[in-house]
């Protein structure tokens, strides 16, 4: 696959903003070949990225599409395929900011609603083992990771982002215990901000979005682990605060 000028100046905008959603994947398609007077079919995206990733490949890099977990809708990250360490973030963040990053990830994964408090986050800034931060730079770091869109904070509590989920994937599967990480029936992806079965003693998940795909044409919403009722109705699927989401 022959790699032009508008792939690469793809490639470099997505290194720079790390995730688009779909119409900004589109309008950075259409803009790249428009600069480049390169033929463009606006419905030739995905063969588009195709020839990018061929040359992302030999990076331990590819342009990857999910839904996003907060409100359902497609977008295109650039991520690390191989690593397990938090390499892509090395450049940006000092040692002591990716140790901070590092323990507020830990404590997502270890909480039951995946979130973090900034009470808690920012206690743990003195107590670094790199080199201790004060507040106030802890601040400036947690406003600085959601710019980046590695984490998303809500009402002074923080989860991880889309563009993290996907970037941090090997890292995530790697670094913690299998209990702590939750993955969705349906897609296989993991899963922070989903629905879970009622049935304690049942383990499965969906995303908001798979949900709201699955049950959409049964007459009955049943878990497929275990067939018990499923708590959420379709209609709930893909808000914020559906009942016992996670």
Known sequence: MVLGEGHQRFIQTMMIRGIV???????????????????????????????VNSKL??????????????DGMTCYALVNTANNELTRMSSDYADNELELFRRTMDLIMSSDDSTASSTDILNMADSLQT????????????????????????QGDYSLSTRC????????????????????FVCHCLAFKCQICANPLCTVKIHNSCAEKYFKKKA???????????????????????????
């Open 165 to 184: 989920v996907m970037d941090m994937e090997p890292y995530i599967r790697t670094m913690y215990d299998e209990e702590q990480v939750k993955v969705c």
């Open 57 to 70: 490949e030999s990076l331990n890099m590819q342009i990857r599409t999910r839904a996003s977990e907060d």
């Open 131 to 154: 080199r201790k931060l004060t507040k106030s730079a802890a601040e400036c770091l947690l406003k600085r990771l959601v710019s980046d869109n590695w984490l998303v904070e809500k």
């Open 220 to 246: 009955v919403q049943r878990c497929p682990g275990c067939s018990e009722l499923w708590p959420n109705k379709v209609r709930e699927c893909g808000q914020s605060l559906s009942q016992r989401q996670r």
């Open 21 to 51: 959603n779909e119409q900004e994947a589109k309008t950075l398609h259409h803009h790249c070949c428009e600069v480049h007077k390169e033929h463009y079919v606006a419905d030739k995206l995905e063969e588009f990225i195709q020839v």
